[in-house]
């Protein structure tokens, strides 16, 4: 199953681009819900495969476009289950996604970018650079083409990249997630994370009912911005009053992601003013370990540290949660993989 990368793919496209391909091709209007039935609903490999729709028009898609399926090209298991696995973007890039199995869930945590220009400090990712946008089909993939899809029970877009610099492409994403015609799951089983790009924050949060996950990691704005330069841009008070300002109904909630960074910010201080700032905000603190990656100043937190925090914002009110840290065995650090193929894919030399 990979990609013909001379003919544009079928599979990320929506009901309505669906109805615009037929249309193009002279169908009847019926088929772009056939298509949509057998891109999302059944396992298929070709387009060849769609047995409902006629031979002729068959051969008409297939003129102009393949199936836009590809399959992992490497995986990496750890001692407690987590799968990394890489993909090969159209760039010719890499992007990875990652299964962790947990007793009540199975959660696949997907890429929305090839590398990332937000260049936070504690982001492997971001030390890639940005190489380019993932399609709806590309992060759409990451979901069809895992083995363990059958187990799946939740997806977090909380992978390579920001998914709100890549605005169209989740969007898009979503609705085929979500949608009857599409893969027909709950949004409440979706969460999509973002450091904080107000504008497309608000156009998710008006056109989606996708859980949403703000990265928090420090309640105070300098330090903040000293870990993510995006503090300069739009910042953490104009997040809150943004998530404030939208009423959220009671089947949808918002997380804060905090990394926890050794002698930085789990200080009585920070949870002081992390209370203040999520007062009335329906909420759950994630607190994560963080995960080292090379050339970075920032270290992991013990369990002991971490313990200590989530009950020090559990006195306070705030529903707290540490979220385990796994795979380390498979560089699970988000971006930790694709670099090592990046790097060894340029020390390769041309023949």
Not at 52 to 58: A, E, L, M, T, V
Not at 81 to 86: A, F, I
Not at 163 to 182: C, H, K, R, Y
Not at 192 to 201: F, H, K, N, R, Y
Request: glycine share 6%.
């Amino acid at each position: 199953m990979q990609i013909e990368s001379q003919k544009e793919p079928l599979f990320g496209k929506t009901l309505s681009q669906l109805d615009e391909v037929v249309k193009e091709l002279g169908m009847p209007r019926f088929t772009a819900s056939q298509i949509a039935d057998w891109l999302y609903k059944k396992e298929i490999s070709s387009i060849e495969e769609m047995s409902n729709i006629s031979k002729s028009h068959r051969e008409k898609l297939k003129e102009k476009y393949s199936l836009g399926l590809s399959d992992p090209v490497k995986v990496q298991t750890s001692v407690d289950g987590t799968k990394k696995y890489l993909y090969r973007s159209h760039q010719g890039k890499f992007i990875e996604a990652a299964y962790i199995p947990e007793r009540n869930r199975n959660t696949l945590c997907v890429s929305s970018q090839v590398g990332c220009k937000m260049g936070c400090l504690f982001c492997m990712t971001g030390k890639q650079g940005f190489q380019g946008q993932l399609s709806a089909g590309e992060i759409v993939n990451q979901i069809r083409s895992l083995p363990e899809r059958d187990n799946l029970t939740n997806i977090v877009f909380m992978g390579m990249g920001e998914p709100f610099d890549n605005l169209e492409g989740v969007m898009q994403s979503l609705e085929i997630l979500t949608a009857e015609w599409g893969f027909g799951m709950s949004p409440r089983r979706i969460t999509v994370s973002t450091i904080g790009i107000i504008p497309a924050m608000k156009v998710f949060l008006e056109n989606s009912k996708c859980h949403l996950a703000v990265s928090l990691h420090s309640p105070f704005e300098d330090e903040r911005r000293k870990l993510m330069p995006i503090e300069n841009v739009y910042s953490l008070p104009e997040v809150l009053k943004t998530i404030r300002e939208f009423p959220l109904g009671k089947q949808r909630r918002t997380s804060f992601e905090y990394i926890v960074f050794k002698g930085l910010n789990h200080s009585p201080r920070h949870v002081k003013e992390l209370s203040r700032i999520l007062s009335g905000i329906r909420c759950r603190i994630n607190l994560l370990y963080f995960h080292p990656i090379p050339n970075t100043p920032l270290e992991a937190p013990t369990e002991e540290i971490m313990q200590q925090f989530k009950e020090a914002l559990e006195a306070k009110g705030l529903t707290t949660t540490i979220r385990k840290s796994r795979g380390q065995d498979i560089y699970a650090a988000c971006g930790m993989l694709s670099t090592k193929e990046l790097e060894k894919k340029t020390n390769t030399p041309h023949e």
